[in-house]
């Protein structure tokens, strides 16, 4: 497994280094066997430490987990246990899940873009143009899955929304965390 272990505007020394490498190593290759790369960055604001983590699977999926405590051992501590709760439920998930998958997740790629918002014009008071600047397009990834994967998918990279196509009627979908704590799930095939 590749990694990236960086801190920003923080010194990583090698021992730090090597910790993450085998601690994370050791935790990941329990649950998944060929994980592909992973990127831990370290940060400190004020007196806490934050350690964040992405870790993609050969299978597609991609974990994240974020740690905080006052101590940068403890922030990697904490986000290492986060990220073997992740991994060891997705686990749990995969063994528990009645239709065994015949074929790989497809995925196709698709645009993603990211606007900045409208700025007004100090001189005039006026807001400029009639669409927002993009300020980043990137590719990613869109994957056919069935709505109890792609929620998995969505709690396994720890992300608040996710595109997908529906591998029963090929439409895409939406699956999203709601304020109340429940999974919202948009289908518009289904309203009429």
């Known amino acids: 497994m590749r990694y990236q272990i960086s801190g920003k505007q923080l010194d990583i020394g090698e021992a730090l280094q090597t910790h993450v490498e085998t601690e994370l190593g050791t935790t990941v290759e329990k649950y998944s066997q060929r994980p592909t790369d992973a990127t831990v960055v370290f940060s400190k604001n004020a007196h806490e430490f934050t350690c ?48 065994e998958r015949a074929t790989a997740v497809e995925f196709e790629a698709a645009g993603l873009y990211v606007l900045a918002p409208e700025e007004e ?14 300020v980043a397009e990137m590719e990613t990834q869109v994957h056919t899955l069935s709505v109890g994967d792609a929620v998995m998918h ?39």
């Open 52 to 99: 964040e983590a992405t870790v993609h699977l050969s299978t597609g999926l991609t974990a994240q987990a974020k740690g905080v405590a006052t101590d940068i051992y403890a922030a990697f501590d904490a986000l290492q246990e986060k990220m073997d709760k992740q991994l060891r439920r997705h686990k749990r998930r995969l063994k528990d899940h009645q239709n």
């Open 154 to 192: 969505m709690e396994l990279a720890n992300k608040s929304i996710l595109v997908f196509r529906n591998e029963k009627h090929g439409g895409v979908n939406v699956v999203y965390q709601r304020d109340d704590g429940n999974i919202g799930w948009i289908d518009p095939r289904n309203i009429k």
């Open 121 to 134: 014009d100090e001189s005039t008071g006026a807001e400029g143009g009639d669409a927002p600047a993009i």
